[in-house]
C-alpha cells in the first residue's frame, strides 16, 4: 500500500513509499482508514521539531472501519464505524497510567509519531483505543476528533470553563478554533479570538462563522486594551492560548484577570520561551500546561458532536487526496486552510 512516509531524523524527509500492509497482534483490529486530518503537530515532525521515531508512516487524527479483528478482541467487529485514541505504546504500570492518565505515559508512542499512522489504506492497533463513531457523524468530521478531544480535555476537564465566563482564545489555528467551538458550546459569556494578519480571510472567517463575539487582529490593535473594555477593567476569566508565541503568551499575563486561568495549548516549536513570569505571580495565575487527551474527553466530544451541539465539520476547510499531501502541508503551512482533510 501507498503511504506518507518520515524516514529519517532531520527536516524534510517526507516521501510517499509502497509498504506492507500491516501485520495484526491477537489485541488488534485492522482499520481501513477513511479520513485522516492533517495535525500541526505533523508539520513540527516534517520540520524536524517535535519528537518522532523514524521510519514511520504519519497521521494520528483519523476514522475509519474496522477489516479484521485479532482473536483476542472482544466487543469489536469488521464493519464497526470507529475513531482510535492515539495513546499506543503507554505502559499501563507506572504511576502515571495506573493514576489513570496513560496519555502522558512516557513510553507513550503514538500512531503517525512513534508507531505507523494513518496517512495510508490500513492502519493496524490495540482495540482497547477505539471509540464507537455514531453513524450521524460523517468520516471526515470524525477525523478531527482527536484535536477535538485533546481541546475537550483541557479546557472543560482541566481548566473547567464554566457557563457564564468570559474567555478568549490566542491563535486562530484549527486548535484555537475548535477551542472557540468548544467555549461557545459550553455557553461561555463571550469568547473573543486574537490572531495575526495572516489570519485575515479564511482564518478569521471561521471564527466569525463558528459564532467568535470579537475577532481581533493584533498587528493592528491592543488585544489588552480591548480586553479590558470588554470586561470593564477586570480581563477574562479564562484565556485559551493556542499560539505558543512569546508575545501572545505576555498578553495572556495582560487580558486574565487577577486569578484567572491560562489553558495552554500551543505547541513553541522551541527549546526555550520568555514567560512574563512575576506578572504571573502578582495576579495569583493559573497556567495548567495541557497535553492530549483521557478516554472520558473522547466520549464527550463524539457525544457533542452526535447530538449536533458542537459544529466540528465548519473547522474542516479543504479536503485532498493523500497522494496532495505537500500541498496540504503549504495549505497549513501558509495560514490558508484550517483543517485539511486528506482522504486514502
Ligand atoms: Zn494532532
Ligand atoms: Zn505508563
Known amino acids: 500500500m501507498k503511504a506518507v512516509v518520515k524516514y529519517g531524523k532531520g527536516k524534510g524527509l517526507v516521501e510517499i513509499r509502497d509498504v506492507p500492509e500491516p501485520t495484526l497482534k491477537d489485541d488488534d483490529v485492522l482499520i481501513e482508514v477513511k479520513a485522516v486530518s492533517v495535525c500541526g503537530s505533523d508539520l513540527h515532525i516534517y520540520n524536524d521539531a ?26 469489536w467487529k469488521a464493519g464497526d464505524r470507529v475513531v482510535t485514541e492515539t ?22 508512542r503514538p500512531y503517525g509519531i512513534g508507531r505507523d499512522g494513518a ?18 457523524i ?24 464554566q457557563a ?28 473573543g479570538i486574537t490572531g495575526r494578519s495572516s489570519a485575515e480571510g479564511m482564518r478569521f472567517e471561521k471564527a466569525r462563522e463558528l459564532g467568535a463575539d470579537f475577532i481581533l487582529n493584533t498587528d493592528r490593535e491592543d488585544p489588552v486594551k480591548k480586553v479590558q473594555e470588554m470586561t470593564g477593567g477586570l480581563g477574562v476569566d479564562l484565556l485559551i492560548e493556542t ?7 505576555a498578553q495572556a499575563f495582560e487580558m486574565v484577570r487577577r486569578l484567572g486561568r491560562i489553558c495552554a495549548l500551543g505547541i513553541s516549536g522551541k527549546p526555550q520561551t520568555q514567560i512574563p513570569y512575576d506578572r504571573g505571580i502578582f495576579k495569583g495565575l493559573r497556567y495548567d500546561f ?5 478516554w472520558t474527553s473522547w466520549e464527550m466530544a463524539i457525544g457533542l458532536v452526535a447530538k449536533g451541539l458542537l459544529p466540528l465539520e465548519k473547522v474542516i476547510t479543504h479536503r485532498l487526496p493523500i497522494e496532495r499531501w505537500e500541498e496540504a502541508f503549504k495549505l497549513l503551512e501558509t495560514r490558508q486552510a484550517a483543517k485539511v482533510i486528506l482522504i486514502p
Request: aromatic content about 8%; some cysteine.
Open 50 to 75: 517535535h519528537p518522532y521515531w523514524p521510519p514511520v508512516i504519519l497521521g494520528h487524527e483519523f476514522s475509519g472501519v474496522i477489516v479484521r479483528a485479532g482473536k483476542d478482541v472482544r466487543g
Open 87 to 108: 495513546r499506543t505504546g503507554a505502559c499501563g504500570i507506572c504511576y502515571i497510567c495506573q493514576s489513570g492518565f496513560p496519555q502522558v505515559c512516557e513510553q507513550k
Open 119 to 136: 496517512y495510508t489504506k490500513y492502519v493496524a492497533g490495540p482495540a482497547r483505543l477505539l471509540h464507537h463513531l455514531p453513524d450521524t
Open 138 to 161: 460523517p468520516f471526515e468530521t470524525a477525523a478531527v476528533m482527536e484535536p477535538t478531544a485533546v481541546c475537550v480535555s483541557a479546557i472543560l476537564e482541566r481548566c473547567r470553563l
Open 164 to 191: 457564564g465566563e468570559s474567555v478568549v482564545v490566542t491563535g486562530p489555528g484549527p486548535i484555537g478554533l475548535i477551542s472557540l467551538a468548544i467555549a461557545k458550546t459550553a455557553g461561555a459569556r463571550f469568547v
Open 243 to 249: 499560539s505558543g508565541g512569546e508575545k501572545a503568551i
Open 290 to 294: 495541557c497535553f492530549s487527551s483521557s
